[in-house]
């Protein structure tokens, strides 16, 4: 079992950045396949970005290609999401997950994070 927990949120003006932080404590972090996920107000979760266990696949859905960065050190328990560019439209709430290997839907995930809410304002 892991414990996921998320840092870095915070309201920003619309062209700022913000740099999310995932820390896993518990079972091998690198055995995971990880992503994150957020929340928009009033709509289901969705995906964001996913990275394999050691790194070397990456994708992005089409929203945030070219503005957000997603990354892992495996030394230290932690994966990242940098993201840059920020539109009010990537306001939500940001989720970590982990889970046995990279999938794009929210149920094939075994463990979360409590989530950091991100607010970009025009």
């Known amino acids: 079992q892991v414990q996921l927990v998320e840092s870095g949120g915070g309201l920003v003006q619309a062209g700022g950045s913000l740099r999310l932080s995932c820390v896993a404590s518990g079972r091998a972090f690198s055995s995971y396949a990880m992503a994150w996920f957020r929340q928009p107000p009033g709509k289901e979760r969705e995906l964001v970005a996913t990275?394999?266990?050691?790194?070397?696949?990456?994708m992005y859905v089409d929203s945030v290609k070219g503005r957000f960065t997603i990354s892992r050190d495996n030394s230290q328990n932690t994966m990242y999401l940098q993201m840059n560019s920020l539109k009010p439209e990537d306001t939500a709430v940001y989720y970590c997950?982990?889970?046995?290997?990279?999938?794009?839907?929210?149920?094939?995930?075994?463990?979360w994070g409590q989530g950091t809410q991100v607010t970009v304002s025009s």
């Open positions: 990275i394999s266990r050691n790194g070397g696949s990456i």
């Open positions: 997950a982990a889970g046995r290997s990279v999938f794009t839907t929210p149920n094939s995930y075994n463990y």
